[in-house]
């Protein structure tokens, strides 16, 4: 089993741009939740996805988008980059209800 | 609203002395509580969790939580550091009624030879 695997590891990107970040969950999970987190914070919810739709969102602006596939796997999109959204994006995938285990991460910087 | 307050952002135990890391919480709800692991360049790692059964929760490698409702806690611990518990911890909690997931700001535990 795999686990969960994010890509790419890490990523540079000049303000303005977009970005995309992917995820594949574990095997056998349907449900996948993207974090931010900052240099010395903990991680920040962003918002979770199950059946294809976005079942809760955090305090984050429409510049993030997402999207799950039928095959569970996921898509973090930001647009209009900023400096501020410098920051290593978790994955983590579960069952609706259940534990989620997390991915490596994507560190993302902004210049 | 949910909260979680990890009241120490940095510790330092010697080895072989035990580990305490002190997490507070606020919830409208039933909680569910987690306490994970995140060492340099890796992946969280889930260590415990309370879903509202036993108020004592033993996890991986040694450590144990007890949920004390009356004090709004979940403190870890851990009988015996080792140098390999060197890593940042981080208190959670999610609500059982909407699931909404909120991490504290980590504690970092430094393991002394």
């Known amino acids: 089993d795999a686990g969960v695997t994010q890509s790419p590891t890490h990523l540079i990107k000049t303000r303005g741009q977009q970005v995309t970040l992917r995820c594949s969950p574990k095997?056998?999970?349907?449900?996948v939740s993207w974090y931010q987190q900052a240099l010395g914070q903990g991680p920040q919810f962003i918002f979770q996805y199950y059946e294809e739709e976005e079942r809760q969102r955090g305090n984050f602006p429409d510049r993030f988008s997402g999207h799950q596939f039928p095959n569970y796997s996921s898509e973090l999109n930001v647009n209009a980059l900023l400096l501020g959204d410098s920051a290593l994006y978790l994955c983590?995938?579960?069952?609706?209800?259940?534990?989620?285990?997390f991915g490596p991460g994507t560190r993302l910087t902004v210049t | 609203a949910q909260s979680v307050t990890q009241l120490d952002s940095h510790v330092s135990v010697s080895e072989g002395t035990p580990v305490l890391l002190r997490c507070n919480y606020s919830s409208s709800y039933s909680p569910s509580l987690f306490w994970y692991v995140q060492h340099p360049n890796k992946g969280l790692q889930l260590l415990l969790k309370?879903?509202?059964?036993?108020?004592l929760v033993k996890g991986i490698n040694g450590f144990e939580a007890e949920f004390k409702k009356s004090e709004t806690s979940f403190h870890l611990t851990k009988p015996s550091a080792h140098m390999s518990d060197a890593a940042e911890y981080f208190c959670?909690?999610?609500?059982?009624?909407?699931?909404?997931?909120?991490f504290g700001k980590g504690t970092r535990l430094h393991i002394l030879p």
């Open positions: 983590a995938s579960s069952l609706v209800t259940g534990e989620q285990y």
């Open positions: 095997s056998g999970h349907d449900t």
């Open positions: 959670v909690v999610s609500d059982q009624r909407d699931d909404k997931i909120i």
């Open positions: 309370y879903t509202s059964a036993a108020t």
